[in-house]
T-cell receptor, first 113, second 115 residues
Framework: QKEVEQNSGPLSVPEGAIASLNCTYSDRGSQSFFWYRQYSGKSPELIMFIYSNGDKEDGRFTAQLNKASQYVSLLIRDSQPSDSATYLCAVNPPNQGAQKLVFGQGTRLTINP | EAGVTQSPTHLIKTRGQQATLRCSPISGHTSVYWYQQALGLGLQFLLWYDEGEERNRGNFPPRFSGRQFPNYSSELNVNALELEDSALYLC??????????????FGPGTRLTVL
């Protein structure tokens, strides 16, 4: 089982709709969770981080964390064509040294005008 | 505030040669991380440096090495290059290694091509 799993997609969503991206992780003790966006040929840029169970909202983005079920999700409301990118979920597993991030393979999101 | 910078942007080497990649962190950041992003393999953690010391290492052979300088900039060296080392090498920086995992900010990357 991979440490961090994401559906590779592609996920196609019409413009204006809600895009839902999911990520599961294997190590129950993981404490820190990050979502990065990566445009083709570019480096990842941080969208959000979340440490506590529940929802965290930032503009059109909402991160949701459920540690009991070991999943973290990212919702993008009012999706725009500029949101088309690969979304990377990253987790800091315990006992591997603070600051080591394990990334999922990424979900490719396409917003259709 | 300037972001993480990396040089060179592109690097072409032949098999068996050595490659040196450089990274300058965001001002005030003391931790530097190196990741490899090969096609179809996702981002793989390579190395973490903080305060001049190697703090953690991913599952890569010893021919991947690096160092961090007193000004917190860092260098990644890849010896005896192999074709499968062709990838985008990303550097990230964060404030420190204390407490919760600190947010890592990525540089633009160095595209290494091994022929």
């Amino acid at each position: 089982q991979k440490e961090v799993e994401q559906n590779s997609g592609p996920l196609s969503v019409p413009e204006g709709a809600i895009a839902s991206l999911n990520c599961t992780y294997s190590d129950r003790g993981s404490q820190s969770f990050f979502w990065y966006r990566q445009y083709s040929g570019k480096s990842p840029e941080l969208i959000m981080f979340i440490y506590s169970n529940g929802d965290k909202e930032d503009g059109r983005f909402t991160a949701q964390l459920n540690k009991a079920s070991q999943y973290v999700s990212l919702l993008i409301r009012d999706s725009q064509p500029s949101d088309s990118a690969t979304y990377l979920c990253a987790v800091n597993p315990p006992n591997q040294g603070a600051q080591k991030l394990v990334f999922g393979q990424g979900t490719r999101l396409t917003i259709n005008p | 505030e300037a972001g993480v910078t990396q040089s060179p942007t592109h690097l072409i080497k032949t098999r068996g040669q050595q490659a040196t990649l450089r990274c300058s962190p965001i001002s005030g950041h003391t931790s530097v991380y190196w990741y490899q992003q090969a096609l179809g393999l996702g981002l793989q953690f390579l190395l973490w440096y903080d305060e001049g010391e190697e703090r953690n290492r991913g599952n890569f052979p010893p021919r991947f090495s690096g160092r961090q300088f007193p000004n917190y900039s860092s260098e990644l060296n890849v010896n005896a290059l192999e074709l499968e080392d062709s990838a985008l090498y990303l550097c990230a920086s964060s404030r420190s290694r204390t407490g919760n995992t600190d947010t890592q900010y990525f540089g633009p990357g160095t595209r290494l091509t091994v022929l």
